[in-house]
């Protein structure tokens, strides 16, 4: 982003430009220029003090709620009806600089904006930073908000466990947050009356439209589902074909199947995390343990995908006199936005004449998903010209980033007003 600033930008414009020029740095690898914010790291600490710096330099009341999650408040949530947006700071393996904290920027940035304008919440005011949405490291999306949405029990977290043999509970801990803590929060979401995340596009809707921003109208069901093929170690070089009982050959033909299954139901699937065991390049393996991520715009056809997956894998598993175990290690249903809160961001950000906002619907979950069966919930959605996502490429230009602040400021105040 220019490091120029033209001194008659909005003062949302401004604070943005600082915030994510000071974040920019945390956590990015400096070989692949991708971002490791895994839950509850160091560089995960780090961005968790960002927040906390971001919200008591603008004299908002800080505190950690039982799950970790973090909240900034402006009023006294206990009034209720509050306001809230906010999104995450953890990413993906090599993730890119905007999925999660371009939310959270634009969070503080748009009470920026508000303020400058002299605008006053009506209602308590709220922005948060929701712990462990991607799931890198322990294998489940959203835990805060799960936790927070009581979609995922505490003795399930307790059970997460890192490619380390770190367990959820022992990693809070060392970041300070009690894990015997961790539970349903039915009276801080009660206190909620509209919880709006704001997050980079993550496909390229925008850019075919030439809109800046969007909202969300629904976000499809998606699970993960983990693949253990056990056969038997053997010596790569000395073991006959017809001898073997090689689980590699079943994954990989597996892997095949699901790309085929997605392309003929308009679905997505994807094998992207492998482990093998004991992963030695003259060793047959005696374990191949794969992910399945898979997507589709209707339950049904998930359903059918993943069905006709599970039976492939099968059929490869016996064709190669391998066993099969199947877990799915997490589910989300479909999510429909509150379309009463969808329509009314339509009609603020459509308030100038003829402006039509796209409502677009997404393959990507997201906390907001996940708190929308407890609280109405909206996105709005900022242009990413290429799609990419999940990736150290993943990019959305700065006007349109503004465009974002300042179309979150106008939801802010449209929203709070009494
Ligand atoms: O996987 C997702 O859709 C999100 O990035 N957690
Ligand atoms: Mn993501
Ligand atoms: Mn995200």
Known sequence: MRGDRP???PAGAASFHRMWRDLLPVGRHPASGGYRRYAWTPADVECRAWFREQAEARGLAYEVD???NQWAWLGDPADGDAVVTGSHLDSVPDGGAFDGPLGVVSAFAALDEVRRRGARFGKPF?????????GARFGLACVGSRLAAGRLTPEQAHRLTDADGVTLPRAMEAAGIDPDALGPDPERLSRIGAFVELHVEQGRALDLTGDRVGIAGAIWPHGRWRFDFRGEANHAGTTRLADRRDPMPSYAETVLAARRQA????????????????????????????????????????????????????????????????????????????????????????????????????????????????????????????????????????????????????????????
């Open 263 to 418: 392309e003929l139901a308009g679905a997505v699937a994807t094998f992207a995390k492998v482990a093998v065991e004991p992963n030695g390049v003259n060793a047959i393996p005696s374990l191949v343990r794969g992910w399945l991520d898979s997507r589709a715009p209707e339950q049904d056809t998930l359903d059918t995908v993943v069905g006709a997956i599970l039976d492939a894998a099968r059929a490869h598993a016996d064709k190669h006199g391998v066993d099969l175990d199947v877990v799915r290690e997490s589910f989300t249903p479909v999510v429909e936005f509150d379309h009463a809160l969808r329509d009314e961001l339509a009609r603020i950000l459509g308030k100038d004449a003829g402006l039509k906002v796209p409502v677009l619907g997404t393959g990507a979950g997201h906390d907001a998903g996940i708190l929308s069966g407890s609280v109405p919930t909206a996105m709005l959605f900022v242009r990413n010209p290429t799609g990419v996502s999940h990736s150290p490429d993943e990019y959305a230009a700065e006007d349109d980033c503004v465009a974002g602040v300042l179309a979150l400021a106008d939801v802010l105040e449209g929203l709070a007003r009494r």
């Open 66 to 68: 039982r799950n970790g």
């Open 7 to 9: 001194q008659t930008e």
């Open 126 to 134: 709220g922005i948060v930073n929701f712990g462990d949405e991607e």
